[in-house]
T-cell receptor, first 109, second 116 residues
Framework: GQNIDQPTEMTATEGAIVQINCTYQTSGFNGLFWYQQHAGEAPTFLSYNVLDGLEEKGRFSSFLSRSKGYSYLLLKELQMKDSASYLCAVIDSNYQLIWGAGTKLIIKP | GAVVSQHPSWVICKSGTSVKIECRSLDFQATTMFWYRQFPKQSLMLMATSNEGSKATYEQGVEKDKFLINHASLTLSTLTVTSAHPEDSSFYIC????????????FGQGTRLTVV
């Protein structure tokens, strides 16, 4: 079966750095997305990785290792507004999007 | 990025009535649209996948006669919740992609349905 694993919840301090991990086992791989979702709102796109390595975009970076079936989202200089759920999603060999359950990130002052 | 418009943003209806939710891709043609349901503090749950001009594919456990999906054109899909009950109260979100390409999912803003 297809499976994407993320921690259910994480807590971090304002101004700090947090890394949210995502591991996947899917039938094929055509890319991995990270989305941010605030409570009561639709998810918004953060990043896309299809090749191994680190993609940096401002305070957010995303890393991919295809051989390990592993990705992480790195958030720097955390702000209170970063409190949200972070969803990992993989495109499989049929170009279907497989979603993780999301990681709820709680930022404390 | 591309825009997906979902309407209405919120709706309150009486138990037993039907509610229609529209999802439009405004500046691209979406070969496939997805309907999700999300309960508070839970992740997205895929309900069905709809392809333009064909019947929707429903996920296991989703009643196709209760959640009617129509995808009449490449820019419009509708979800109708028939004979709504309080347990149908949820956040419904549509998304659109051009499947077969490495494109992101573009989401509508979601519809908060409350059945009283």
């Amino acid at each position: 079966g297809q499976n994407i694993d993320q921690p259910t919840e994480m807590t971090a301090t304002e101004g700090a750095i947090v890394q949210i991990n995502c591991t996947y086992q899917t039938s094929g791989f055509n890319g991995l997305f990270w989305y941010q979702q605030h409570a009561g709102e639709a998810p918004t796109f953060l990043s896309y990785n299809v090749l191994d390595g680190l993609e940096e975009k401002g305070r957010f970076s995303s890393f991919l290792s295809r051989s390990k079936g592993y990705s992480y989202l790195l958030l720097k200089e955390l702000q209170m507004k970063d409190s949200a759920s972070y969803l990992c999603a993989v495109i499989d060999s049929n170009y279907q999007l497989i979603w993780g359950a999301g990681t709820k990130l709680i930022i404390k002052p | 990025g591309a825009v997906v418009s979902q309407h209405p943003s919120w709706v309150i209806c009486k138990s037993g009535t039907s509610v229609k939710i529209e999802c439009r891709s405004l500046d691209f043609q979406a070969t496939t649209m997805f309907w999700y349901r999300q309960f508070p503090k839970q992740s997205l749950m895929l309900m069905a996948t709809s392809n333009e001009g064909s019947k929707a594919t429903y996920e296991q456990g989703v009643e196709k006669d209760k959640f009617l999906i129509n995808h009449a054109s490449l820019t419009l899909s509708t979800l109708t919740v028939t004979s709504a009950h309080p347990e149908d109260s949820s956040f419904y979100i549509c998304s659109a992609r051009v499947v077969g390409l490495d494109t992101e999912a573009f989401f509508g803003q979601g519809t908060r349905l409350t059945v009283v």
